[in-house]
């Protein structure tokens, strides 16, 4: 005959392998067996475990609290009960019960790593789904330390997976982001519902870090993962949150998942679920604007009453911006819209909130809105220190800026207009840099991908390192400081010292206006019109500035710069001459909106006798990196441009003692030691703007391109940066364009020379040893490019000084 220990092994296994009703069976056998106190109360607790897998909560709960009671039972088997009854209370409703429940197994396991672990994994999900992310953060922790005691990698991983959403709750992207890629080759390895589940919690923390395109597709693969393991409650969860995530850019497409959401979740019988579904749709038809909507008031007291208070703000805010917008003020006015927490910035609520208090003529409690939520969102962008991730940010930051914008132009205030047009554009500009650690797996995959694109090497492996090396870089953290933006005074006193004005173009409405200041500290608004056909005649000054830098046959050549100068001039007189009449120095500071990132200033008639110099925005001109005499030259020839070398050969004779790389020399880990010891570089070779990721723009060097990301594995960087090559300028869509000329700015260059559009390899041949000359006598580089281009003449190349040019 078996006795109790033997049954009570069978139970265990039984129930191991889901088999829940012979577990039963096994367990009361062991029972009757006279078991000891210890016996009896781990068959007690097995037993509970099968029934209430078997849907019987009640009964479960009673035979956890009959295994308590025995007397003469250790800590050990103590608190595998009391975890055990944890797990029945929170199936029941009652997550206080189930948390104490919890403590109490913790506090009686201090000899069970393993058990302590799961234990406190557990209460961390717990403290989860009762807002405390700060204690669960702690308990992963500590269930992470006890896994790794033990070697058991599925607690590790899930751990420490539960620890980066906690991190991400707190407002730590960083941190998420880092723990999550930590253990995804655990999570790919398993079932597909439970990869999912990692992909869905990465997608919450890519959408608040501002990568929504990325963020959608790790939750629609979720979705596909979640329906392929039948997990059917769980992708219709993951179907929720993508129907948040779309609301504000695709509102039509989420209604759909909301309602598909709530069907699946009626179905089941989930009624909070559908709650929660029936409320994301509600938000998705105001913000489709939809005419008819269900009764938002009964819904709203429902969520609330039932301590949905997420769902209940999303909806009010919704309403309120809905109200707003069919001009139903008195109405809208009563809708309670909670303030923003310390950790949670949400551009779309400040908007509306700003909208009514618009409507309701408190301008300056708008302003003080908006500026509250930037201010939020720009602290966040401060502690990333991907550019990317800055950068991916400013969108929001863009359209709340422009908000703003329109309140300061009903004035208008030319301070007032001048803080709004800065907090529309390049907000990454304002955040204070800080070098990253060297990443040696980030450096290998770098070396791996340049080889395999320098000898077209496959392609799926170049599309995973590229992937790699992307969210590698989301893990460096930022500095945590971010600069005000600069005041008129501030700004009046650096165009002194430079003997300079500023022109800040800013487009607000549909119409382009212009702040002019001057060194004396005056500023002028200049309204310059409506925008009409801007776009369409920039996306034609692209394809002349294209054509002109071909090599073209001799009868056509003139023809076509004569097609180039009669368009800038153009654009010139009809947007740029108003303001630029205002300007009395030679030197101007442009500070320009993403539309004319592609304009070759230079060449504009308006500024063909000025030095002109475009930084990020007019707060980071105000506060450059410190000038340093430029003495130390590194010029270097990329392979298969034709005149790459006699262009560096050119340009080096103006120099002392150059160091010059040219030919098999030139590779990129020369490149970068050299960059390390010189104050000026100059490159000579092939460059190719990457849209999709500007980061991976690249130069070609004699093995294989150096890409953006090459810059966070320099110590130090030079004082300025000549690319002689093509596209490399300040390119990308939005407010703050992204780039190579961007990334090296942001990393600490002063100056970059570069070109937006195509550029003439004779053209440049011709003019960089002369822009070298100048710059080799000590003329600051904006001043040494604008003589150069006034001596080459009308058909000068398209090149620009980024930065501080003086």
Same mark, same amino acid.
């Given at each position: ?17 889901g ?8 367990a009361?056998?062991? !029972? ?14 097995? &037993? ?72 406190? &994994? ?23 330390a ?31 982001l ?6 995804a080759s ?13 992909l ?25 993962q ?11 969860? +993951?179907e929720?949150?993508?129907? $948040? ?10 209604? $759909? ?11 089941? /019988?989930?009624?909070?679920? $559908? ?23 009964? !819904? ?48 779309? +609520? ?9 409507? !309701? ?16 969102v ?73 080889a ?6 496959d ?8 992937r ?5 870089a ?35 409405d549909?119409?382009?206006?212009a ?40 009868p ?5 710069r ?23 120095? $030679? ?9 004319f990132?592609?304009?070759?200033w ?31 030259? !590194? ?20 120099w ?6 040219? /030919? ?21 070779a ?81 003019l ?29 190349p ?9």
């Amino acid at each position: 005959m078996l006795g109790a220990a033997e049954l009570h092994a069978r139970a265990r296994t039984a129930t191991n392998a889901g088999h829940h009703t012979r577990a039963c069976s096994w367990a009361r056998q062991g !029972l009757e067996r006279h078991p000891t106190p210890v016996e009896r109360a781990l068959l007690l607790t097995t &037993l509970a475990y099968a029934e209430a897998e078997l849907g019987h909560l009640d009964l479960a709960d009673g035979l956890c609290r009959d295994a308590l009671a025995l007397a003469g039972v250790d800590d050990h088997t103590r608190g595998t009960a009391h975890g055990q009854r944890a797990v029945v209370l929170l199936r029941l409703g009652l997550p206080s019960d189930a948390l104490a429940e919890f403590s109490s197994a913790i506090r009686t396991l201090a000899a069970d790593d393993e058990a302590l672990g799961r234990n406190l &994994l557990n209460r961390g999900n717990l403290r989860l789904e009762a807002a405390d992310a700060r204690r669960a953060l702690v308990d992963f922790e500590r269930a992470a330390a006890h896994a790794e005691r033990t070697g058991n990698a599925s607690l590790l991983a899930k751990a420490r997976h539960n620890a980066g959403y906690a991190a991400f709750l707190l407002g730590d992207h960083v941190r998420a982001l880092t723990a999550m890629d930590s253990v995804a080759s655990f999570f790919a390895g398993q079932a597909p519902a439970l990869h999912a589940v990692w992909l869905q919690d990465r997608a919450e923390v890519l959408a608040a870090a501002g990568l929504r395109d990325d963020a959608v597709a790790d939750l629609r693969r979720a979705i596909d993962q979640f329906r392929a393991g039948r997990a059917r409650r769980a992708a219709a969860s +993951a179907e929720l949150l993508l129907a $948040r995530l779309v609301v504000t850019d695709d509102p039509a497409e989420g209604l $759909r998942l909301a309602r598909h959401a709530a069907s699946r979740f009626a179905a089941m /019988g989930a009624d909070l679920s $559908r709650l929660r579904a029936d409320a994301a749709a509600a938000v998705c038809a105001c913000a489709a604007g939809r005419r008819r909507l269900p009764d938002v008031e009964r !819904l709203l007291a429902e969520l609330r009453a039932r301590g949905l208070a997420d769902e209940a703000r999303r909806l009010a805010i919704a309403w309120c911006g809905w109200l707003l917008a069919q001009g139903r003020l008195t109405e809208a006015r009563r809708v309670p819209l909670p303030p923003s927490t310390p950790r949670r910035y949400e551009p779309w +609520a400040a908007a509306v909130a700003a909208q009514r208090q618009i409507a !309701l003529g408190r301008r300056a409690d708008a302003l003080r809105t908006l500026r509250t939520t930037l201010d939020g969102v720009q602290a966040l962008a401060s502690t990333l220190g991907s550019l990317e991730l800055q950068t991916s940010l400013s969108g929001a930051l863009t359209r709340l800026g422009q908000l703003g914008l329109s309140v300061a132009l009903a004035r208008p205030d030319v301070d007032l207009v001048l803080e709004w047009s800065e907090r529309t554009r390049a907000a990454s500009s304002r955040v204070v840099g800080v070098r990253p650690p060297t990443d040696a797996a980030q450096a290998d995959d770098l070396t791996e991908l340049r080889a395999l694109h320098a000898f077209g090497g496959d392609p799926a492996r170049q599309r995973e390192l590229r992937r790699r090396i992307r969210e590698r870089a989301w893990q460096a953290g930022g500095s945590g400081a971010t600069q005000p933006v600069a005041t008129r005074d501030e700004l009046g006193a650096a165009l002194a010292a430079a003997d300079a004005t500023s022109v800040c173009l800013f487009v607000s409405d549909a119409e382009l206006d212009a702040v002019v200041v001057d060194g004396a500290g005056g500023g002028t608004l200049v309204r310059l019109g409506p925008l009409g056909g801007l776009a369409s005649e920039l996306a034609g000054l692209r394809a002349d500035l294209d054509v002109a830098a071909a090599d073209l046959p001799a009868p056509f050549a003139p023809r076509v710069r004569a097609g180039l100068v009669q368009r800038l001039a153009q654009l010139d007189a009809t947007w740029l001459a108003p303001a630029l009449a205002r300007v009395t120095t $030679r030197r101007v500071v442009l500070v320009t909106p993403g539309l004319f990132s592609l304009v070759p200033w230079p060449l504009l008639p308006s500024l063909r006798d000025r030095a002109v110099t475009v930084p990020r925005s007019a707060t980071a001109w105000a506060r450059p990196p410190a000038r340093r005499a430029l003495t130390r030259p !590194l010029l270097v020839a990329g392979p298969s441009l034709r005149r790459a070398a006699d262009e560096v050969g050119a340009c080096a004779t103006h120099w002392g003692d150059p160091e010059v790389l040219t /030919g098999p020399d030139a590779t990129v880990e020369a490149v970068g030691t050299a960059t390390l010891r010189s104050d000026v570089v100059h490159v000579a070779a092939h460059g190719h703007h990457h849209a999709l990721n500007p980061l991976f723009s690249h130069v070609d060097l004699a093995d294989g391109p150096a890409f953006g990301y090459e810059l966070d594995r320099l110590v130090t960087l030079p004082d300025t940066v000549v690319l002689s090559a093509c596209e490399l300028g300040a390119v990308g869509a939005g407010d703050d364009p992204l780039g190579l000329a961007t990334a090296l700015l942001h990393a600490g260059v002063r100056t970059v020379l570069a070109s937006p559009v195509a550029l003439s390899d004779d053209a440049a041949a011709r003019l960089m040893p002369d822009l070298h000359a100048r710059l080799a006598s000590g003329s600051p580089p904006a001043d040494a490019l604008a003589a150069s281009v006034a001596a080459f003449g009308p058909d000068a190349p398209p090149l620009v000084c980024f930065g501080a040019g003086w």
